[in-house]
């Protein structure tokens, strides 16, 4: 049996409460501020008018995220491989979703908003001492915000180090991508590749 309904979700789920329900806020606050300033990583969602979806991951030092003011917020975009699909998405409709990672913090903060692309030179000289300085900046005002409690990186256990697995247990991008693309030549192998991307970060 399908859900196909708003109410057989609350039938099945209920409704939230407490602070599950009053932890939603319009702007961001001190603590939301201070997370950002410390994260070093968020995942960028976004989706197209015909509704297709897009999650990029963006990261940088700690703090890359400028927080221009409570609602407010720039995201350089990093050099990277030119898809554009979020840089796409949020031209057609203006709408992003982040999720805000610290290492070793189980909690995560979460923002929904509005944005836009800009090549402002005030908005691209807050990042002028980066390796390579963004072309552009993500800069999304803020809708709503709110922490996400610890129990998927608990179930996870994302940042224990015996989750970790051995990288040799997984092919290499290079031959995944060979595998992937059914190319007849030698895959990159990860210190080709590591040693490519550095010039790139």
Known sequence: MKITTSTQLRELYGYPSGRAKDKVFPTLEKHAINFIKKS????????????????????GSPGFVHVNSDSELIIPD??????????????????????FLIPGVDETLRINGNAYISIDKNHINLFASEQNPPKSCVVITVDEMFLHCAKAFMRSKLWDASAQI?????????????????????PETREAMLKRYKKDL
């Open 166 to 186: 051995n990288r040799d247990e997984l092919p290499t991008m290079g031959q995944m991508l060979k595998d992937q693309l059914g190319t007849k030549e030698a």
């Open 40 to 59: 070093p990583f968020v995942v960028l969602s976004t989706s197209n008018k015909d509704g297709k979806h897009d999650a990029s991951p963006r990261g």
């Open 78 to 99: 990093a050099k990277g491989n030119n898809r554009m699909d979020s840089l796409s998405n949020i031209i057609e409709t203006g709408k992003v979703g982040l999720l």
